[in-house]
């Protein structure tokens, strides 16, 4: 089955600063990589999401990139705020709604 | 107006009960899924329903028992309680089975004492 890491696990930045967090996958099948955004006590909630066919997407300040070659993909956040802090999850599927999750990075962004 | 609502959202029991968290959406989704997330908050999918249809098992123990009365519902039941089955629950729900976006319910904290 696919495998997705996830790194770094912690990551504090200060305020306006860029955070980036990395992912890489196992399974060169997969082509759907989302991440998602999980404040304490909540569910994880969908923020950015490529499709394999794409090798870059941008949301305002978040932005997602992906090398299929090499199947890793990232994510960029861009002049963080407070509000940023939450753990990040990024997740990868090969077609069906069978997502397989990173581990997680904790962030934390110092105002 | 809660899309994915779970209940209880706190589960205190014993080693060996068997407990129920219940799930609904309002979404109108076909999809949905129960998301297992341990203590140090890796998520691993368990069941998918589409349609009342089990599509996906992952390797769960068949203490663990689903049940999907109507698209809208999938419930989870849990036999035999164990210690190591202390975590958060989540609830989840898709349009359908293709690759898109998952609602998460709040989950659920399961603590087995």
């Known amino acids: 089955g696919e495998n997705v890491e996830q790194h770094p696990s912690t990551l504090s930045v200060q305020e306006g600063d860029s955070a980036v967090i990395k992912c890489t996958y196992s399974?060169?099948?997969?082509?759907?990589f989302p991440w998602y955004k999980q404040e304490l006590g909540k569910g994880p909630q969908l923020i950015i999401d490529?499709?394999?066919?794409?090798g870059e997407k941008k949301d305002q300040r978040i932005a997602v990139t992906l090398n299929k070659t090499a199947k890793h993909f990232s994510l960029h956040i861009t002049e963080t705020q407070p509000e940023d802090s939450a753990v990040y999850f990024c997740a990868a599927s090969a077609g069906a709604n069978n997502l397989f999750f990173g581990t997680g990075t904790r962030l934390t962004v110092i105002p | 107006d809660t899309a994915v609502s779970q209940t209880p959202k706190y589960l205190v029991t014993q080693m060996g009960n068997d407990k129920s968290i219940k799930c609904e959406q309002n979404l109108g989704h076909d999809t949905m899924y129960w998301y297992k997330q341990d203590s140090k908050k890796f998520l691993k999918i368990m069941f998918s329903y589409n349609n009342k249809e089990l599509i996906i098992n992952e390797t769960v123990p068949n203490r663990f028992s689903p049940k999907s009365p109507d698209k809208a519902h999938l419930n989870l039941h849990i036999n035999s309680l164990e210690l190591g089955d202390s975590a958060v629950y989540f609830c989840?729900?898709?349009?359908?089975?293709?690759?898109?976006?998952?609602?998460f319910g709040e989950g659920s904290r399961l603590t087995v004492l």
């Open positions: 490529i499709r394999s066919n794409v």
């Open positions: 399974d060169s099948a997969s082509n759907y």
């Open positions: 989840a729900s898709s349009q359908d089975v293709v690759a898109g976006e998952l609602f």
